[in-house]
């Protein structure tokens, strides 16, 4: 039998305290949600306490020695397990658009009139596994009346070029967008969400319809491309729309067809949260050539400060990333503009 006051400095002491201290850094970081570093050190303290309690006091040379073993092992499974989740986040960046996809044209009734309707019935998951459906339904004569949104556009010399074009868009668009915000709406009510799953809801939704590229000038063979341009259009040569004014679709138009890029996807986001009373923004990068939404939500993760305000940064063109995330080709802030803002 092993004393409590014995020295014990051997290998079950070492293993009894690891594993310990890794499940605490874990129940800690996750339940609490403290950085990894500050859960480990709370996880060290209680795991040495235990283990001195049942297996005895090791020497202080030997507890400094396991509690650095420790750190070492938490910290290298923590970045093996992000490179991982990068990596299949990366896999998962622009998924192609599929023929399955497509949007069906209907009918619904309104008051006494019978309207010629485009309707995609969205089945999806969010990102934490809970799944959601509904109709994103737009009317035919909107989509003919916006078709040329983004062509109509005349810039006016402003130095924010893209902010005024998307602010354009989303004024021209909203009061089109009724069908869908009461869809999500019923969504809510159906499943009493709170401020961050309606966001969750929306933006996974978005995420989930397959990426096409929005060209300004027309849709040319995958051979005359660079990657990844020309490896998307070789799987799916459909996944591509040209001739739009400013390489973007307007977000009615996007509806019908459900072909868009990241800034077609920003802008439909932007005017679906901004109906909803969030403060939401859209962030551009001429670094990256890539656009992303930004809110003003208490969530953890990158966040890009504006005007003493933190906007939390979500990817929306790709699956699996959840607020205050980006791919690593595309993490650094400081290439991260906000263009537009809904407060």
């Known amino acids: 039998m092993i004393h409590k ?20 850094t874990v129940v800690i970081s996750v339940f ?24 005895g006091k090791p020497s202080v040379s030997n507890l400094f020695r396991n509690v650095v073993v420790v750190f070492i092992l938490v910290m290298g499974i923590r970045f093996a397990l992000l490179s991982f989740f990068d990596l299949v986040k990366s896999t998962a960046t622009e998924t192609t658009f599929k023929i399955e996809e497509g949007v069906g044209k209907s009918t619904i009734v309104e008051g006494v009139d019978t309207v010629s309707v485009y309707s995609s019935h969205r089945l999806w998951k969010d990102n934490y596994g809970n799944y959601y459906e509904g109709d994103l339904t737009v009317r035919e004569r909107d989509f003919l009346r916006l078709l040329d949104g983004p062509k109509n556009f005349k810039a006016k010399g402003n130095s924010n070029f893209w902010g005024v074009l998307y602010d354009y868009l989303d004024r021209n668009d909203s009061p089109s967008l009724d069908l869908v915000m009461k869809a999500f709406q019923q969504i809510d009510k159906d499943r009493k969400l709170n401020q961050m799953e309606f966001a969750e809801m929306v933006i996974s939704c978005i995420q989930d319809i ?8 027309a849709c040319y063979p995958a051979s005359s491309y660079e990657e990844p341009i020309k490896s998307l259009l070789e799987d799916c040569p459909e996944c591509c729309i ?7 679709q307007n977000p009615v138009s996007f509806l019908q067809n459900l072909k868009g890029d990241c800034d077609t996807r920003t802008v439909l986001i932007y005017a679906i949260l901004k109906h909803f009373k969030y403060d939401v923004a859209i962030l551009n990068s001429d670094f990256y050539r890539h656009s992303i939404i930004g809110l003003n939500i208490p969530a953890k993760g990158l966040y890009k400060t504006y005007y003493g305000k933190k906007y939390v940064v979500w990817e929306t063109t790709a ?15 400081t290439h991260w503009n906000v263009v ?3 407060k």
């Open 340 to 342: 537009l803002t809904s």
């Open 32 to 55: 609490f949600q403290l950085k990894t570093t500050v859960s480990f050190v709370i996880a060290a303290i209680l795991a040495t306490i235990f283990t001195i309690i049942v297996y």
């Open 319 to 333: 699956k699996y990333y959840t607020a205050g995330q980006l791919p690593p080709n595309f993490n650094d802030l």
């Open 5 to 24: 006051n014995t020295k014990n400095n051997g290998c079950l002491w070492l293993f009894i305290f690891s594993l310990v201290c890794i499940t605490a």
């Open 210 to 217: 397959p990426y096409s590229y929005v060209f300004q000038e």
């Open 242 to 248: 040209g001739n739009m004014a400013y390489g973007i």
